[in-house]
């Protein structure tokens, strides 16, 4: 890398914003970042901070060439009509992380051979079916050779093109993933097996710990045959169908196997979740705060099968929001007999304006906790608004009601004042 | 058979096969060759695309095809050869079972389950050695009083000193003997029927039978039954005693016994109790109440399945979104109500099997709706379009079982 140092004396007339990267100061610590003079202080911008130094205590300040000073310098260095020398500029603009400026150097080798891998993988093209295609069209090609159970031209030639033009963690687990299903189909379980365990590790979110279960699914069944316990689909039986899979022993080289075995899983979570239920609900009149742990505990094992199956434990999660809204539901109704207390208060009494400015303030107090209430409802059923609609409607007139109640409270207020 | 027998039974068998020279163990030996060399890294650095599939793989695969003689010939080389994986017997299991031979199903079960570390497929193949053992091929369900003589008949009308009958579950109160024996027996069976095939549970309680003369004296000592009703059954709570009561009648208005009591109401009216009792406060819908009760029935009404059949394929069935909410206060067409329930009730018991639709009738206990109860059962995420495919499937159901008891009808005339 080359590298210009220039000597700057401090007598000389700086520009305010200089590209800089170091100052070595006079006590001989050295400073990166990026550096401005103003008047008599010399400030450096650190990754952490920026840190002003007067310019007294400077010796010198060292400015380092930007990539894109270097790109400009190795691109009038070199042929522009030589294929090689423009792809080794590209390639080196691509560790650098100058990706635009990459794709313009490599569309430019493009131009001078279309056929050129480098500079095709550099611009994200992967080569299949004697064909150029960008990543998402190469990964849907692969998909589909996957379905057609091409193994051997997946693993001999798509998957390593994919891993050549992946750019970013997104593309790469796409491209993994799809290694681990083609390792799965060519009856590689070992392989699939660590393929997912990597996967699974690679974050926290469903699709990660899908990748987790497949992983593990793998590992309690290393000859790849898993046994079914039932016909997959499951409702296949009730609706008269013929079911993709029959019970009994089946190879996981079959994607609908491990869809299968994924159920499975899910449904070994959801039963612990069943369990945390039922025992949130015995404890529901007796203790509330255990039985809310409980039902927290018990929404964690049920995300946790939702994670490999979607929306498997829904009606389950609807139950939890049901009870929870039950039990708000009660609250309301102790602040309701609080206000209808305050309200028969308000008309027994011969008041002063105080007395009667302070109980209408107590009276909106209980609807503001009531408001609160309802609003905490609507906001537990929004995300299962088909089978919580009645609760929403309930909530949503009350609200309604209170909030004109609210407001004619509040000019009874101004009134009195 | 020992395993240490089958397994020589099995050297045997793969050293006489080799001479037989058939293509398809010419094929098995190849793959199993191919897989060994693989193994031993002989073609290790030519294995860059695909292995040859193991044999495990290819008993799976030719299981899946429906090739069982072939699958299970695999498994036999395979649990032949030293060191082999035992798992593989339960695809030699489910082959014998697909191919109607329960007992060596049975014995391959067993080794599987040496074998088996998880408790829901050892929960499957226990059931499955269960159903092999009840292979049997069942008889054809007839009606009590078809077995009964004309004598016995009579006998059975005599009107005469109060007596009771105790079983295990029952006491019948009667004024005949002979019946009062015979209530008692079936009384027991329909309670087998309903707690073992219906609804799996356990029933630890005794339950008061109470075989009134006629019409006017079970209207008399069974207050508050419809006039219609020949039966009824009650469950009362008071000061914390349970009374379990059934009210029958022991002859009809020509004074001639009432087969219809212990053909229908007696099966019928028990399971309206032990349903009543399993569900308690919990509100079931009223088309399962009466299904089950008319399922508990030793011979199914085939009269009510054709008029189901003939219902849904005209313009006076009722729609399933309906047939599910009805309550008493709907029944404008008694006879279709009952018919359809019973229809509905039975696709549902047949299509679930037994241990699903124990979970059905678990989850509506817990207060789910009948759709929420069968796609919990089933393990499933809900579907929008599930209640307008279970509809569909059940009308092709019934329209199904309504031409073939027409068939069979018109065969027998």
Redesign the interface.
């Known amino acids: 890398m080359r590298r210009l140092v220039f000597l700057l004396s401090l007598t000389l007339a700086w520009p305010a914003v200089l590209s800089a990267d170091q100052v070595v100061t006079s006590d001989g610590r050295t400073f990166s970042g990026k550096v401005s003079v103003e008047g008599d202080s010399v400030t450096i911008e650190m990754p952490y901070g920026s840190l002003t130094l007067p310019r007294s205590q400077v010796v010198r300040i060292e400015i380092q060439e930007t990539p894109e000073e270097q790109l400009e310098h190795r691109l009038k260095e070199i042929d522009s009509k030589s294929e090689t020398e423009l792809l080794g500029v590209g390639l080196w603009a691509v560790r650098q992380g100058l990706d635009r400026q990459a794709r313009k150097i490599f569309q430019q080798v493009l131009d001078l051979n279309p056929e050129n891998v480098q500079a095709r993988q550099g611009l994200g093209y992967a080569r299949i079916d004697n064909a150029w295609v960008e990543f998402d069209k190469a990964i849907e090609l692969a998909r589909s050779k996957l379905e057609a159970g091409d193994v051997a031209a997946l693993s001999g030639r798509i998957l390593p093109a994919l891993r050549q033009i992946a750019r970013g963690v997104e593309q790469q687990i796409l491209v993994e993933d799809l290694t681990g299903q083609t390792q799965l189909r060519g009856g590689k379980f070992a392989e699939a097996a660590r393929t997912y365990a990597v996967l699974g590790a690679k974050g926290k979110d469903n699709r990660f710990l899908r990748f987790a279960a497949i992983a593990e699914i793998l590992a309690a069944n290393t000859d790849g045959m898993y046994v079914l316990t039932e016909p997959y689909p499951p409702s296949a039986g009730l609706m008269g169908r013929q079911p993709q899979v029959q019970a009994g022993p089946a190879s996981l080289s079959r994607a609908i196997v491990l869809d299968a075995a994924l159920k499975d899983l899910a449904r070994q979570r959801m039963e612990a979740g069943k369990k945390l239920l039922a025992e949130a609900k015995d404890a529901q009149a007796t203790n509330k705060a255990l039985a809310e742990s409980k039902f927290a505990a018990a929404a964690k094992s049920f995300e946790a099968a939702d994670a490999l199956v979607a929306d498997i434990t829904r009606s389950y999660r609807v139950e939890i929001t049901r009870l929870r809204i039950a039990t708000i539901r009660q609250q309301v109704d102790a602040d309701a007999k609080r206000f209808d207390a305050a309200m028969a208060a308000l008309g027994n009494k011969n008041m002063s304006r105080n007395d009667y400015r302070e109980s209408v303030m107590k009276l909106i107090h209980h609807v503001n906790a009531v408001r609160t209430s309802l609003t905490d409802i609507m906001e537990l059923a929004k995300p299962y608004r088909r089978e919580l609609i009645l609760e929403i409607q309930w909530a949503q007139t009350d609200l309604n009601k209170l909030t004109a109640m609210r407001d004619l409270l509040v000019g009874e207020l101004d009134d009195a004042g | 058979m020992t395993p240490a027998k089958r397994t020589s039974r099995l050297r045997w068998h793969r050293l006489s096969s080799l001479g037989e020279r058939s293509p398809e163990r010419l094929c098995h030996l190849r793959l199993m060759l191919v897989s060994l060399a693989l193994a031993a890294g002989v073609c290790g650095a030519a294995a860059?695309?695909?292995?040859a599939?193991?044999p495990?793989?290819s008993a799976?695969?030719y299981?899946?095809q429906g090739h069982y003689a072939r699958a299970t010939a695999v498994v036999d080389d395979m649990l032949a050869a030293p060191g082999a994986?035992e798992?593989?017997w339960?695809?030699a299991a489910?082959c014998y079972n697909r191919q109607n031979q329960p007992a060596k199903a049975i014995e391959a079960y067993q080794q599987f389950l040496k074998v088996c570390?998880?408790t829901?497929?050892r929960?499957?193949?226990l059931d499955q050695m269960r159903r092999c053992r009840e292979a049997a091929p069942l008889r054809p369900a007839t009606l009590p009083s078809a077995a009964l003589s004309d004598q016995q008949r009579k006998a059975m009308a005599a009107v005469g000193a109060a007596v009771t009958k105790t079983t295990r579950h029952f006491a019948v109160h009667a004024r005949n003997t002979d019946l009062a024996t015979l209530i008692a027996t079936l009384a027991e069976e329909s309670l087998r029927r309903i707690c073992g095939d219906i609804m799996p549970q356990e029933y630890p309680h005794v339950v008061d039978i109470n075989v009134w003369i006629d019409k006017n004296d079970y209207a008399a000592n069974a207050p508050g039954a419809p006039e219609w009703s020949g039966g009824r059954f009650n469950l009362t709570v008071s000061g914390g005693v349970v009374t379990r009561r059934i009210d029958l009648t022991q002859l009809n208005e020509d004074r001639t016994l009432s087969t219809m009591t212990i053909d229908r109401v007696l099966p019928h009216e028990t399971c309206h109790l032990v349903l009543k009792e399993y569900f308690g406060d919990a509100p079931s819908p009223l088309f399962l109440n009466e299904g089950l009760a008319m399922l508990a029935e030793p011979a199914v009404d085939n009269d009510r399945l054709l008029l189901a059949a003939a219902a849904l394929s005209g313009e006076d069935g009722i729609s399933m979104d309906k047939l599910l909410l009805m309550d008493q206060s709907d029944m404008d067409h008694r006879g279709t109500f009952y018919a359809q329930s019973l229809s509905l009730t039975q696709f549902?018991h047949s299509?679930?099997?037994r241990e699903q639709f124990s979970t059905f009738l678990g989850n509506l206990k817990d207060g789910?709706t009948v759709t929420?109860s069968?796609?919990?059962s089933?393990?499933?995420?809900?579907?929008?379009n599930?209640l307008e495919?279970?509809s569909a499937?059940w009308q092709?159901?019934a329209l199904q079982q309504g031409q073939d008891l027409r068939a069979l009808e018109t065969a027998s005339r």
């Open positions: 860059v695309a695909i292995d599939p193991a495990m793989q799976l695969e299981y899946s994986s798992r593989a339960i695809i489910e570390d998880s829901p497929t929960a499957y193949v549902l299509r679930l099997g789910c929420d069968l796609e919990r089933l393990c499933m995420p809900p579907d929008p599930f495919g279970l499937a092709t159901y």
